[in-house]
Every structure is written in structure tokens, then in C-alpha cells.
């Protein structure tokens, strides 16, 4: 028995708990007593609190999932404008626009990165799957693997995603671009390729000099490659968000 489940996004979180153990750990100090002092009380001098047998143990702390560190909004870094919010999807073509509401997403910014804060548009392209039913214990054959109900072309990608960054380490002359001006504002962009070997999708950058700073938009364009100029629509998008920033 099959069922088609659709999927957008594969994320897999794995939690592990490590629970303690009250035996005494060999080579440290048996708390002041032996083991069978009064439970529950730590060692003294000498000792790394190690706890006796049969006694409580210490209250662990409550370890929060998800991300530890949340990403820097424009606000907490100085920037001059709100990555998240001033484009909109209105501002990007009508195919590229999503069909329901997807706010755009703050990134996490890694160490190294030029930029001091990035938000993401995204509205990659589901797909089908037959998801194979738990494999049958009383079968040691494993159970074929999910596989897609849609016939697509060689070379097709899912993906259309533009990521507006700022900051102050990046800038026009160091893209190594063309250069172009984009609302009144020094600009350069350039257009590469991202993915695998498999696949290879059109990708643009694009940077406008600010009165404080640089935006960068990033715009990679596998979905709708065969009827959309990635680096003219990333263009576009830059220019309208130079003409509402200062």
C-alpha cells in the first residue's frame, strides 16, 4: 500500500537524551563518607561532586531546541533597511510569485560571512512521491526507495530563491561584475551557476552601494529558468529596493 505525500522542504531533527549515571566514576575522590554515607549530598574538598548512590540527582538544565543563537534582523546590526520586508512578492514577476503566503525567512548569518544579515524569498516548486509503506518484518527485503510520480525534463530544478543580505564588508568594485547604475545608486551584478553536477541553475548576483553600506540580492532561479532572465529579474528587484532606500 502506497501513499503520495508532498514535499517542499526535507528537514530531520534528532534529539538525543543522556541521562546520568549515580555510580561513582573510577580514579575520583568517593565523596566524604563512602558510599554509604547519608544519600544525596556532594563530596567535599577533594572531590568533583560526585554523587552517592541512591541519592537525587542535580537538576539538569532545560536545553531549548531550535536555533540557539536567532538571526540578526536589520534593527540589531544597523542597517538601513528591512531585508524582510522592503521587497515584496508584489515586486517580483507574476509566475514567480507564490500561490499562498510565504513570508520571507531571516537567515543565519555564519562566521566569515561579508554580510551582517539575510532574509530569504522562497517559493520552490513541490513534488510528488510515492512513499513505500514500513518495510515488513517477516520480508528481509528492504522496501524499494520513494520515487517520484512526475515525469520532469533533464535539468529541471524545484528551486527559486532570492536572499537580500547588507552589510559593510562587501561592495560594487569587489563583485567583479558589470557595473550599471540602479535607482540613482552605483551598482554592479554578475551571473554564475549553483547546484551539483547533475544540475546547474542560473544564479545572479547583484550589489547597490548605499548611503551606509551595501544591499546584495542573490537570486537563484532553477524553477522557471526556461521563461524567466534571472539576472534581469534580480536587476529589477535591486532597483526597486535601491529606490526605497536612502
Same mark, same amino acid.
Given at each position: 500500500?502506497?501513499? #503520495?505525500?508532498?514535499?517542499?522542504?526535507?528537514?530531520?531533527?534528532?534529539?538525543?537524551?543522556?541521562?546520568?549515571?549515580?555510580?561513582?566514576? &573510577? +580514579?575520583? %575522590? /568517593?565523596?566524604?563518607?563512602?558510599?554509604?554515607?547519608?544519600?544525596?549530598? %556532594? +563530596?567535599?574538598?577533594?572531590?568533583?561532586?560526585? $554523587?552517592?548512590?541512591?541519592?537525587?540527582?542535580?537538576?539538569?538544565?532545560?536545553?531549548?531546541?531550535?536555533?540557539? !543563537?536567532?538571526?540578526?534582523? $536589520? &534593527?540589531?546590526?544597523?542597517?538601513?533597511?528591512?531585508?524582510? #520586508?522592503?521587497? *515584496?512578492?508584489?515586486?517580483?514577476? =507574476?509566475?514567480?510569485?507564490?500561490? &499562498?503566503?510565504?513570508?520571507?525567512?531571516? =537567515?543565519?548569518?555564519? &562566521?566569515?560571512?561579508?554580510?551582517?544579515?539575510?532574509?530569504?524569498?522562497?517559493?520552490? /516548486?513541490?513534488?510528488?512521491?510515492?512513499?513505500?509503506?514500513?518495510?515488513?518484518?517477516?520480508?528481509? %527485503?528492504?522496501?524499494?526507495?520513494?520515487?517520484?510520480?512526475?515525469? *520532469?525534463?533533464?535539468? $529541471?530544478?524545484?528551486?527559486? /530563491?532570492?536572499?537580500?543580505?547588507?552589510?559593510?564588508?562587501?561592495?560594487?568594485?569587489? @563583485?567583479?561584475?558589470?557595473?550599471?547604475? @540602479?535607482?540613482?545608486?552605483?551598482?554592479?551584478?554578475? /551571473?554564475?551557476?549553483?547546484? +551539483? !553536477?547533475?544540475?546547474?541553475?542560473?544564479?545572479?548576483?547583484?550589489?547597490?552601494? @548605499?548611503?551606509?553600506?551595501?544591499?546584495?540580492?542573490?537570486?537563484?532561479?532553477?524553477?522557471?529558468?526556461?521563461?524567466?532572465?534571472?539576472?534581469?529579474?534580480?536587476?529589477?528587484?535591486?532597483?526597486?529596493?535601491?529606490?526605497?532606500? =536612502?
Amino acid at each position: 500500500m502506497r501513499k #503520495t505525500t508532498r514535499l517542499t522542504v526535507a528537514a530531520l531533527a534528532a534529539t538525543t537524551v543522556l541521562a546520568g549515571c549515580g555510580s561513582q566514576v &573510577k +580514579g575520583v %575522590a /568517593e565523596p566524604t563518607g563512602g558510599a554509604g554515607g547519608s544519600g544525596g549530598a %556532594a +563530596g567535599a574538598e577533594g572531590d568533583i561532586l560526585v $554523587w552517592k548512590p541512591g541519592g537525587p540527582r542535580p537538576e539538569r538544565p532545560v536545553i531549548r531546541l531550535g536555533d540557539q !543563537t536567532p538571526p540578526s534582523d $536589520w &534593527k540589531s546590526v544597523g542597517a538601513p533597511f528591512d531585508n524582510c #520586508t522592503t521587497l *515584496k512578492w508584489e515586486d517580483f514577476p =507574476q509566475q514567480a510569485r507564490p500561490t &499562498k503566503d510565504k513570508p520571507p525567512v531571516l =537567515q543565519v548569518v555564519r &562566521k566569515g560571512d561579508p554580510y551582517k544579515t539575510a532574509c530569504r524569498f522562497s517559493n520552490n /516548486e513541490s513534488i510528488s512521491f510515492d512513499a513505500p509503506t514500513p518495510p515488513d518484518p517477516n520480508n528481509p %527485503a528492504p522496501p524499494p526507495p520513494p520515487r517520484t510520480t512526475e515525469q *520532469k525534463p533533464p535539468g $529541471w530544478s524545484p528551486i527559486f /530563491e532570492l536572499t537580500v543580505v547588507w552589510g559593510t564588508e562587501f561592495s560594487v568594485e569587489g @563583485l567583479g561584475g558589470t557595473t550599471v547604475t @540602479l535607482g540613482g545608486k552605483p551598482a554592479a551584478f554578475k /551571473e554564475t551557476e549553483s547546484g +551539483g !553536477t547533475a544540475v546547474k541553475d542560473p544564479f545572479c548576483t547583484v550589489i547597490v552601494k @548605499l548611503s551606509n553600506g551595501s544591499a546584495g540580492l542573490q537570486l537563484r532561479n532553477g524553477r522557471f529558468k526556461t521563461t524567466m532572465n534571472t539576472c534581469e529579474t534580480a536587476k529589477k528587484l535591486a532597483e526597486t529596493l535601491a529606490s526605497r532606500v =536612502q
